[in-house]
């Protein structure tokens, strides 16, 4: 039967627990997420939303919430080593919401975090509880028990239909109650740093993303409007972690002029960021599950981390009230989930070994760049942007199962 009114707990107050729990609640159910932080807190500076995510949100009816907070940026200019030009400039807006229907904005990860939560506080069958302790949960034929030490010190007892780790790369929920394996980090470092907009005046586009290419590490900048800010990610594979890694690169790259100013505007404000992976076979174990990073942390080179996030949910959501319990909407979910997943984790991975090419590599790279202009990636990323996994998403009517809206039987 439909488990419309049945309580689902989500560990983690993230990007993608959030967008599960508006999308269970746009069903009628009653989700609680376990949060250990105070507040909503998203570390990290600037995410792309493409639109196989953007899809989603605006399902959610978040579409004028991000577009208030966010920028279509109108292209992507590729710069080689040493140039001061683009090599190319990759079209984005207005032709991806003509080809995929819905738009790529750039955004700050906290203001997406901002959004979803104040979305969720729309619903009076989402209960978010803050500063968790600890908790555990125990799966059985019925559903879930789980045990939480909130805030205040005081343990309860409660059960549900299904527990959902969105608890991120790092997550309890796979390694504790999975028996998943720890994540990983190869020698891949990023450092992130917010600057002011003023600063990269005349020096990048302050309307489009700008990637820049140097030996063994790229820079990928773009800038946030909203906040009078230009968000700075610097990619390397290296193994030295924290600012000790970014120093040598100002001595490298006398020759580049661009990437020179942008390493002398942030000086020492860098964050560290190392890139951790996550692969499992296993997203569930009975009525237990994952979603997000806490099932299939990738690296970031194509920009999809928290899309498929996202897309998880959009997935994740209607199984769950609509089949006949929730270890089979995890099984079903998992069989839907992983190919896409292992997709885009290794297109991710390859873009990587692209970007940090050795010379003379980097010859055939440009040119091969140059020769598909700026409208081949629409074609090349179609399967990527292009997937929607709203159609079986649909929420004509909140408060209904997928199949009470399409007139199945469950």
């Known amino acids: 039967m439909p488990s419309i009114g ?41 995410l792309q939303v493409s639109p196989n995510a953007r899809r989603v949100l605006d399902q959610l009816g978040l579409d004028s919430a991000i577009a208030a907070r966010s920028l279509e940026p109108s292209s992507i200019d590729i710069y080689p080593f040493g140039r001061i030009s683009p ?94 394996p720890q994540a990983h980090n190869r020698k891949r470092t990023a450092w992130r740093t917010l600057l002011p907009f003023e600063s990269m005046i005349g020096q990048l586009a302050l309307d489009r993303v700008s990637v820049l290419f140097g030996p063994g590490y790229h820079l990928v900048c773009y800038p946030l409007p909203h906040r009078r800010q230009v968000n700075i990610a610097l990619f390397a594979q290296t193994a030295t972690r924290g600012l000790a890694g970014v120093l040598p690169l100002r001595r490298t790259n006398v020759s580049s002029a661009l990437i020179a100013t942008i390493l002398a505007a942030a000086g020492d404000n860098w964050t560290p960021w190392p890139l951790c992976t996550v692969s499992t076979p296993h997203w569930y174990a009975g009525n237990i599950g994952l979603i997000g990073d806490a099932a299939h942390a990738m690296v970031p080179f194509q920009a999809q981390g928290a899309a498929m996030s996202i897309e998880d949910a959009a997935v994740l959501a209607p199984l769950l009230i609509d089949q006949p319990s929730a270890e089979a909407a995890f099984a079903k979910y998992q069989r839907i989930r992983q190919p896409r997943v292992a997709r885009v984790a290794s297109t991710s991975l390859a873009n990587g070994a692209i970007f940090h090419m050795p010379r003379p590599l980097t010859l055939a790279r440009d040119l091969i760049i140059a020769v598909q ?24 009517e909140p408060g209904k199962t997928p199949s009470q809206q399409s007139g199945e039987t469950p």
Not at 106 to 129: C, E, G, P, Q, S
């Open 6 to 46: 049945q309580v689902y707990y989500i560990v983690g107050a993230g990007i993608s627990g959030l967008t599960l729990a508006l999308a269970l609640a746009k069903f009628g159910a009653t989700i609680v997420v376990l949060e250990h932080n105070p507040m909503i807190s998203e570390f990290g500076a600037g």
């Open 87 to 180: 090599l190319v400039t990759l079209a984005l807006s207005p032709l991806m919401r003509e080809k995929f229907g819905a738009p790529y904005a750039v955004m700050h990860r906290a203001d997406l975090a901002d959004a979803l939560y104040k979305a969720t506080r729309r619903f009076a069958n989402i209960d978010i509880l803050f500063g968790v302790r600890s908790w555990d949960a125990v799966s059985h034929t019925r559903g879930v028990t789980v045990s939480i030490d909130e805030a205040n010190g005081q343990t309860r007892t409660s059960h549900g239909r299904a527990f959902i780790g969105a608890d991120g790369v790092h997550s309890q929920t796979r390694r504790a109650l999975l028996d998943g």
């Open 373 to 396: 202009g700026s409208h081949g990636h629409f074609q090349r990323l179609s399967w990527l942007y292009g997937h929607d996994t709203t159609a079986q998403f649909a929420m004509i």
